[in-house]
């Protein structure tokens, strides 16, 4: 059986990306891809050009939580960056793009309550736009998310933890205050060990 994984997880997301449709039923972004600072490599002049509108991928771990050998969940930000690069909209106005607000409602729509491999539904938290820009718009959408991280399952001997190697006895003493309290005899709870 295959363990989810955050490789199956971005593609699942990638796959998700690359689907979406505007309002008339065209696929929207004709680039999709894992973030690598493309926009800002594009306007340093140090990056490859890109069709655009584009969307790119970004992952941001806020906070692990180990739950027990092997696994751990983590509160995970996912975080599109929309650029796109219109300078006349053919409508009367110039260096005025209105359709990256449209791009941005595509991604919403489309992502929200959105479940990757091994992740909890996205939930949308903010969108934001990117005035550092030149001709080409950035305009920045985050969700969250909890990615479930079962990579540690999988040991070294190809063999799966199903259940952890712990013998755990616990061996309890009641405190004589709080059954009695509650009209409750240590007899009925078959309890011997009362102090």
């Given at each position: 059986m295959q363990q989810p994984d955050i490789l199956k997880a971005t593609t699942d997301i990638l796959n998700k990306l690359s689907l979406i449709k505007d309002d008339n039923g065209q696929v929207v972004f004709k680039t999709v891809a894992v973030f690598n600072d493309?926009?800002?490599?594009?306007?340093?002049?140090?990056?490859?050009?890109?069709?655009t509108p584009a969307v790119f991928l970004e992952f941001k771990w806020t906070k692990t939580t180990v739950l027990n050998l092997g696994l751990a969940?983590?509160?995970?930000?996912?975080?599109?960056?929309?650029?796109?690069n219109q300078l006349d909209a053919m409508d009367g106005t110039l260096d005025q793009n209105l359709t990256q607000l449209n791009l941005r409602r595509y991604i919403i729509r489309d992502m929200t309550e959105f479940y990757p491999t091994g992740m909890s539904g996205f939930m949308y938290q903010r969108g934001q736009a990117d005035y550092n820009h030149t001709d080409t718009y950035h305009r920045i959408v985050t969700f969250k998310t909890i990615y479930l991280d079962q990579d540690a399952l999988y040991t070294n001997t190809g063999q799966y933890y199903k259940n952890p190697p712990v013998t755990l006895v616990i061996n309890g003493i009641i405190s004589a205050g709080i059954p009695k309290a509650h009209g409750i005899s240590y007899d009925q709870l078959g309890y011997d060990n009362v102090i």
């Open positions: 493309h926009y800002q490599r594009l306007v340093n002049g140090k990056g490859f050009s890109y069709l969940a983590s509160d995970l930000d996912v975080i599109f960056h929309i650029v796109d």
